[in-house]
């Protein structure tokens, strides 16, 4: 059974950036979409964007037009999300998850979050 | 962008009946792309119905989701105390793939 292993918990300053990554524990990435959702305290799951790891195209929420960008290592099947010009407001818990390309089978594994504390 | 909207938008209930959360689209979902999560708090959300109606792996059979177009539904028949959470439907049928807002549920 494939899971999802994210890296560890990050404090940073506002102003610097962030990257968090996902590898795969167990079986390959291939065939898949690496999806990044954010959770804030007092909000609701908002989807980042995603990546395809097959051949690295990725897309985006339009809230993460610009400070966001996904990618991938195909042949590591790890995942990467690096959040820019980070704020307080990008305090939250930064989860992975997978999605079969052209299934409808949705986001059936995720990985554990990774805390992400902005302040100064 | 397709907004969802879900309602209610916090329930409580006492264990044993039954309950239909609601999830409302702007614009039609692709293909019937429309899944659910249940989310706990410390703990990754866990997929619960996926493609609007299928059940998935290890999920209860309490649990079941009906739905087309814009109007889709999630229906626990038999409530528990660890039903307790908050319940998110999502489409991902067309990108951006969006979340509904929430639904919070207490079982007392």
């Known amino acids: 059974q494939v899971q999802l292993v994210q890296s560890g918990a990050e404090v940073k300053k506002p102003g610097s950036s962030v990257k968090v990554s996902c590898k795969a524990s167990g079986g390959t990435l291939n065939n898949y979409g690496i999806n990044w959702v954010r959770k804030a305290p007092g909000q609701g799951l908002e989807w980042l964007g995603r990546?395809?790891?097959?051949?690295?195209?990725?897309g985006y929420g339009p809230k993460s037009q610009g400070r966001v960008t996904i990618t991938a290592d195909k042949s590591a099947s790890t995942a990467y999300m690096e959040l820019s010009s980070l704020r307080s407001e990008d305090t939250a818990v930064y989860y992975c998850a997978r999605d079969p390309v052209g299934s409808p089978i949705g986001f059936d594994v995720w990985g554990q979050g990774t805390v992400v504390t902005v302040s100064s | 962008e397709n907004l969802l909207t879900q309602s209610p938008g916090t329930l409580s209930l006492s264990p044993g009946g039954p309950v239909t959360l609601s999830c409302r689209a702007s614009q039609s979902v692709q293909s019937s792309y429309l899944a659910w999560y249940q989310l706990k708090p410390g703990r990754a959300p866990r997929l619960l119905i996926s493609g609007a109606s299928i059940r998935a792996a290890d999920i209860p059979d309490r649990f079941s989701g009906s739905g087309s177009g814009t109007d889709f539904t999630l229906t626990i028949s038999r409530l528990e105390p660890e039903d307790s959470a908050v319940y998110y439907c999502q489409q991902y049928g067309s990108s951006p793939y969006t979340f509904g807002q929430g639904t919070k549920l207490q079982i007392k």
């Open positions: 990546v395809r790891i097959d051949d690295g195209v990725a």
